[in-house]
């Protein structure tokens, strides 16, 4: 049993208990140990048997015999107790943007309503508005939400889980003799925020045993075809698989035609034909047939005349044109992050000290992390007074004078409150190194209402940075509803920076608003919204998003050395409204 198996025990765990309205501290903790073990070096499992598990920062001895039980049973009675008070279709009505697990649960108690087809009658029939909480607008915003999901997002996964599901295959078919090079394609190499499906090369020559370890692979729960060039095979989640084994010398071909998009590999075929040229899943040929020399995909693009274009931005928007003329931009890169500015610690809801965060900043070589805890206004998180506030500057202050080889900064999650005001005071905020403004409540307000709330906290002298500006969560709560045109321009000129959420389940800003934001002249900060120290890799994700919005390094704040960043920090209050 390996740590994803584990990981994943512990997540679905924490669904059910969410669901049945327990504990909210209990579910954050599972969800942090899911976190933590899914990220571990060591087996979880080997770990609990001995005892050791739970000396790992964030994990404890509860969690340490769930695992072992787990482990040695390969089922966990308490998990095994919920699933048989719980409807399993429950667990899909989540996806539905706007219906969380209070909510959920409160249909099942009330209407009996179990799954998504249930509640889509329930609305149909005005069922909905005898349940605490719901009326009319209710049904028609979720009748709206569910034919929206049936449409565009039901057959879709959120990029962190494909992106493990990827990593996990990945490691099975290496180990397999004959195997040359394997790597993801399709929307997960292009770092789309969803996927449609899994979508993997392998160059090979031992096709069959490739296709033997992908079917013994823990993850699959069917196989629907299965050859020595191709195999579809279906995860116990639901996720499609297509494994496409070619020969070593045609992988740099047949990765490229797999990573697509449709569109972006259209073009270039025309551009092939212009040129007398050919170009497929096999290489690119001359009319006479003879088969040209491509050792990388640089090759593919240098036969066309065009600059090497990167996997992130191959969705035919610009890219083509810019190839052609040599101006594409030199996208940021992940080693050009210098920190991070946006994490928690467990003086809120975060599950590592800040000592613990700081030294994991400095060991993934980063110059600087800032510690922005929630504000008063968020209890559930355990939000900071004013007094604490303060007294985590000081702390802060005293850790950064005896921590050598990063600097820790001072900071806030400060909620921006319905009318557009914040959570603490200015002479609290103005002793912050950095403030970070986030919605986190009242989701529903008219978009001209939530834009002007916004647009007042951009313009307080002390808000540096807009936390995850749209406030959507992939898979279960759309964008609330703002005009970020509106809101990028505000931003540009009152020098707020736009965060770019890593968080998996957020990646918010999307790549379209950072791209729009970026040819506005605004700047915009990649966090990971880490809530322990294991998070602070979410960066990869923030990064890949960013990528896709054709964001250079002089655009993200925190790709900047210490010393600007600071001196961007003290310099924009005197261009404020």
Avoid at 28 to 50: F, N
Avoid at 370 to 391: F, N, T, Y
Wanted: aromatic letters at 6%; a negative charge; charged letters at 30%.
């Amino acid at each position: 049993m390996d740590n994803a198996q584990v990981a994943s025990m512990f997540r679905e765990l924490a669904d059910l208990l969410e669901l049945k309205g327990e504990n909210p501290f209990k579910i954050r903790a599972y969800r942090r140990a899911a976190d933590t073990i899914e990220s571990l070096p060591g087996d979880a499992a080997a770990l609990a048997a001995e005892g050791r598990l739970k000396n790992v920062e964030g994990i404890g001895e509860a969690i340490e015999k769930k695992t072992a039980e787990f482990a040695s049973t390969g089922k966990l009675k308490l998990l095994e107790d919920l699933k048989t008070e719980v409807p399993p279709g429950l667990r899909d009505m989540l996806r539905i943007p706007g219906i969380g697990p209070r909510t959920a649960f409160a249909l099942f108690r009330h209407l009996g309503v179990a799954s998504v087809d249930d509640l889509e009658q329930a609305a149909r029939s005005g069922l909905l508005k005898d349940v605490p909480g719901m009326g009319a607008k209710s049904e028609e915003n979720i009748l709206r939400a569910i034919q929206r999901l049936r449409q565009d997002h039901w057959t879709r996964v959120p990029l962190g889980v494909a992106v493990m599901l990827a990593r996990s295959l990945l490691e099975r078919i290496s180990q397999v003799d004959g195997v040359r090079e394997a790597a993801a394609a399709g929307s997960l190499r292009r770092w789309r925020e969803t996927c449609g499906d899994l979508d993997i090369v392998v160059g090979s020559l031992s096709g069959e045993r490739v296709m033997g370890a992908v079917s013994a692979w823990h993850e699959v729960s069917e196989a629907l075809s299965r050859g020595e060039e191709r195999g579809a095979f279906v995860t116990h989640g639901g996720v499609n698989v297509d494994v496409w084994v070619v020969p070593p010398a045609e992988f740099v071909a047949a990765l490229h035609h797999a990573t697509g998009s449709k569109a972006h590999n259209a073009r270039l075929r025309g551009i092939a034909r212009d040129l007398g040229l050919k170009i497929n899943e096999h290489g690119v040929f001359r009319e006479s047939g003879e088969q040209l020399s491509v050792a990388g995909e640089e090759d593919i693009y240098a036969a066309l005349g065009l600059q090497y274009v990167p996997p992130e931005i191959r969705e035919d928007t610009g890219e083509i044109e810019a190839a052609m003329e040599d101006r594409l931009p030199v996208l940021v890169q992940e080693k050009d992050i210098l920190g991070d500015l946006h994490v928690h610690s467990d003086w809120s809801d975060g599950a590592s000290s800040i000592r613990a965060m700081a030294e994991a900043a400095r060991e993934r070589g980063y110059e600087y992390i800032a510690i922005c805890d929630h504000s008063k206004s968020l209890g559930i998180a355990g939000g900071l007074s004013e007094d604490e506030v303060l007294r985590q500057v000081e702390f802060i202050a005293d850790l950064d004078r005896h921590l050598d080889g990063i600097t820790v900064l001072s900071g806030i999650e400060v909620d921006i409150k319905k009318d557009g005001s914040l959570d603490l005071s200015d002479e609290v905020l103005s002793r912050l190194d950095v403030v970070v403004a986030s919605v986190h409540s009242s989701f529903r307000q008219p978009k001209e209402a939530m834009t002007g709330r916004i647009i007042q906290a951009l313009r307080n002298e002390n808000v540096d940075i807009l936390g995850h500006p749209t406030g959507r969560v992939l898979g279960r709560r759309d964008a609330y509803e703002v005009d970020m045109e509106k809101v990028i321009e505000d931003a540009a000129r009152c020098r707020v920076a736009l965060e770019i959420n890593a968080y998996p389940e957020r990646l918010d800003l999307d790549s379209g608003w950072a791209r729009r934001a970026r040819d506005a002249g605004a700047v915009l900060a990649v966090n990971t919204d880490s809530h322990g120290f294991d998070q602070l890799g979410y960066m990869v994700f923030g990064v890949g998003v960013a990528r896709r919005g054709w964001l250079e390094r002089p655009h993200v704040i925190n790709a900047w050395p210490l010393d600007r960043l600071r001196a961007w920090l003290a310099g924009r209050c005197n261009d404020r409204a």
